[in-house]
């Protein structure tokens, strides 16, 4: 499973004021303790607006690559933005995202054709988030014929159902997890990622919905996630599903993890 890190997100208070302030060495903070904690992408989201976030979302990437070197998720809903920032990255990004939208498409999968990037589509067309899962299925139809018509391959494409808020769609992750399943079934060399933590908004206690919801979805095929790498437990829920998924080979990873205690108890220091 790949983790995406989720906290360079100028929608996050503490990151949009860091942003707009240029506090360069906030941000590094921010990508290194994530990495440290287990991140193999960082989502970079800008979170400024429109008029402004080219600037920034460049500026973040440049930062975030002075002080980490994992390769960066591209997240802006401006595609100026977007095609800006894909010309400072040093590895191969992840462009987040494409959607059932025309302009949307028409204006960012020529990006990610050119330069051979990886490519989060969303299950969102005109009409807005699917409610269920026949309509989602459709989106994931018609935006799977045009990434393979502009010759992106299966395998670059991380296909999202998107998690909306179970506070207000109870069936919210349910219908996640079957557009998962269904859309493996039809494409089975397609990935996929969602905005984990979305599950949870508006909910008490955030952090146990978010764990309940990442075993849901890998179970049904999550294969990445963008997601808080420093949630502890959430971490800990991650390895424990994924050996008991049988993707965690002689449970090596599970054990490898504990021995280093990144998960399980924390033993107290030793008294001397
Ligand atoms: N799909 C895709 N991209 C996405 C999302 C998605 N990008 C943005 C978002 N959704 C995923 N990123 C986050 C980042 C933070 C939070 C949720 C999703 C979050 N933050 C807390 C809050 O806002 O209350 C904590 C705030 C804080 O720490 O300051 O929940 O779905 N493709």
Redesign the pocket.
């Known amino acids: 499973m790949l983790i995406i890190g ?2 360079i ?1 100028g ?5 949009g004021k860091a942003v707009l302030e240029r506090d360069a060495e906030f941000i590094r903070k921010l990508a290194q303790d994530q990495v440290e904690a287990g991140a193999d992408f960082l ?1 970079v ?1 800008a979170g400024t607006g429109p008029d402004r976030d080219f600037d920034d979302l460049v500026w973040l990437v440049r930062t975030v690559q002075e002080a980490v070197g994992k390769p960066l ?1 591209l ?1 802006s809903p401006n595609p100026k933005a977007l095609a800006l920032a894909v010309k400072e990255v040093k590895a191969t990004p992840i462009i ?2 494409i959607s059932g939208e025309e302009d949307r498409l028409a204006s960012v999968l020529p990006l990610v054709a050119e330069h051979g990037t990886k490519v ?1 589509a ?1 299950c969102i067309d005109k009409n807005g988030i699917p409610k269920d899962v026949e309509t989602r299925m459709a989106v994931v139809h018609a935006l799977l014929a045009e990434t393979r018509k502009a010759g992106v391959p299966d395998d670059s494409v ?1 296909v ?1 159902p ?2 909306v808020a179970v506070a207000t769609d109870t069936r919210g992750a349910l219908i996640a997890c079957e557009t998962i399943r269904r859309t493996h079934q039809e494409y089975p060399l397609v990935h996929f ?6 599950i ?2 508006g909910m008490p206690a ?1 952090a146990l919905i978010n764990r309940a919801f990442l075993t849901l979805m890998l179970e049904a095929g999550l294969d990445s996630a ?3 790498p420093m949630d502890r437990g959430l971490i800990e829920t991650l390895f424990a599903t994924e050996a008991l998924l049988a993707k965690d080979r002689m449970c090596m990873k599970f054990n490898r993890a504990f021995r280093a205690g990144k998960i399980g108890v924390v033993k107290p220091l030793a008294t001397v």
Do not use: H, Q, W
Not at 11 to 15: G, L, S
């Open positions: 989720e906290k997100n929608t996050r208070k503490a990151v989502d989201n998720c997240d987040n995202s989060i969303l991380y999202d998107l998690a990622t969602c905005g984990l933590s979305n949870s908004f955030r963008i997601m808080d």
